[in-house]
């Protein structure tokens, strides 16, 4: 009995282990998912945006796209990149209808909208 008992106190620590929770320190985030988070801040990006900026000022604003597409027309190049800021369904899928779009030709901002209206702007 005495070794079953010096067992578990040997083992109890071990089974015991939990998870540990960082904390920043400002507290302003603990309840919100990071996808919250990355939504606002591009929106918060996005409507800062003003049209004629680069490409490449842009994705050093918000970085990697969602979605990528690049065409041609009437021989210029057509790039639309799209973040995330809203949610629609709770699927844990991203898709562009929650996205905004940002259209570049010739790699400068044209426009700027809802992804679910992107077809207006082909």
């Not at 015991?16 to 988070?37: K, N, Q």
């Not at 995330?84 to 044209?110: A, G, M, N, V």
Request: glycine content about 6%.
């Amino acid at each position: 009995m005495k070794k079953l008992v010096t067992t578990l106190l040997f083992i109890s620590p071990l089974a015991l282990t939990g998870c540990v929770i960082a904390v920043d320190g400002d507290g302003e985030h603990y309840s919100r998912d990071s996808w919250e988070v990355r939504q606002e801040n591009n929106r918060t990006i996005i409507t800062g945006l003003n049209l004629n900026q680069s490409i490449d000022l842009v994705k050093s604003k918000l970085g990697t796209p969602d979605f990528y597409e690049v065409y041609k027309n009437q021989g210029k190049q057509m790039q639309i990149l799209f973040y995330r800021t809203h949610k629609i369904s709770s699927d844990s899928k991203t898709t562009k209808d929650e996205c905004h779009f940002l259209k570049f030709e010739d790699s400068k901002l044209i426009a700027i909208g809802n992804g679910a209206n992107l077809s207006k702007h082909l």
